[in-house]
């Protein structure tokens, strides 16, 4: 599971790397348990029902979740209960490749315009 110091630092990494925010918020919460309700999941980013139904969908169609359906005693809807469908290594490892990547080019640009800088005003 994932300690609480990490949880807005993973939400960043995904959300700037690889999915929408709502949808990075529900994969940390996801991420975060064994199986959730799609209710819980609101309480625990703050999102709408609305948004939480289209951040699941998105990860359903991307294979990263799924789900199975609970009777509910008496009246009433069964409930969803949902679940990674691949482990958490697998998820997160080709986000953090990519962000590599970038910082990696980030800071080649940095060290041309310090190369630049100390070129130009040595003078």
């Given amino acids: 599971m ?11 990494l ?3 790397y690889a999915y929408p925010k709502n949808e990075a918020k529900v994969l940390t919460v996801l991420m975060s348990v064994d199986r959730i309700t799609s209710r819980e999941i609101e309480i625990a980013t703050r999102l709408s029902q609305p948004e939480v139904s289209k951040a699941l969908s998105f990860l359903l169609s991307k294979e990263l979740v799924e789900f199975s359906v609970q009777k509910v005693k008496g009246r ?14 697998e998820i997160i490892q080709p ?7 970038d910082l990696d080019t980030r800071f080649g640009r940095l060290e041309k315009i310090r190369a630049w800088m100390d070129g130009a005003f040595d003078e």
């Fill in 95 to 101: 986000v953090l490749k990519e962000a590599y990547k």
């Fill in 14 to 16: 995904l959300s700037e």
């Fill in 2 to 12: 994932i300690p609480e110091h990490i949880k807005n630092d993973l939400v960043w």
């Fill in 76 to 89: 009433g809807r069964p409930v969803k209960i949902w679940r990674l469908r691949r482990d958490v290594k």
